[in-house]
């Protein structure tokens, strides 16, 4: 997945937080991860791919925060 995804549902307010059911505010500390693991004698070949985001919501006073790789879940 990528970043412009986040920052697109951030900015037209598709990204909900779980707790007060308002648009989440910010992201910090994207990340793309890529495991690979590679055996050659039992040619066993695993790919990964993956990112995580902290997601704040940063409305009134909710403090709902969460580091996560499946933010695709709170897009509406």
């Given at each position: 997945?990528?970043?412009?995804v986040?920052k697109d549902?951030i900015?037209?307010?598709?990204?909900r937080?779980?707790?007060?059911?308002?648009?989440?505010q910010?992201?910090?500390?994207?990340?793309?991860?890529?495991d690979?693991?590679?055996d050659?004698?039992?040619?066993?070949?695993?790919?990964?791919?993956?990112?995580?985001?902290?997601?704040t919501c940063g409305?009134?006073d909710c403090?709902w925060?969460?580091r996560?790789e499946?933010w695709?879940?709170?897009i509406?």
């Amino acid at each position: 997945m990528s970043e412009q995804v986040i920052k697109d549902a951030i900015a037209n307010s598709k990204m909900r937080c779980p707790k007060c059911k308002n648009a989440v505010q910010k992201y910090e500390k994207y990340s793309e991860t890529i495991d690979a693991v590679r055996d050659g004698f039992n040619v066993v070949e695993v790919d990964s791919r993956s990112s995580r985001v902290t997601l704040t919501c940063g409305n009134g006073d909710c403090d709902w925060r969460e580091r996560t790789e499946y933010w695709s879940e709170y897009i509406d």
